[in-house]
């Protein structure tokens, strides 16, 4: 039955860790670019110098 509790115990943390990162990384701006991913596919790429 200790198994259980430190199992529980372990993935809670675990989870805590995650939810903490995700907040952190949020706080940061990482999720912040709601501009260029909609419209980067509407941009050509640059034509090649290689005719041949």
Known sequence: MSVIF???TASILVAAF???AFLWSVK???YDDQQSPP???LF???PSN???
């Open 6 to 8: 430190l199992l529980l």
């Open 18 to 20: 995650f939810l903490l």
């Open 28 to 30: 940061k701006g990482q």
């Open 39 to 41: 419209v980067r596919m």
């Open 44 to 46: 050509d790429d640059k």
């Open 50 to 52: 290689n005719n041949q």
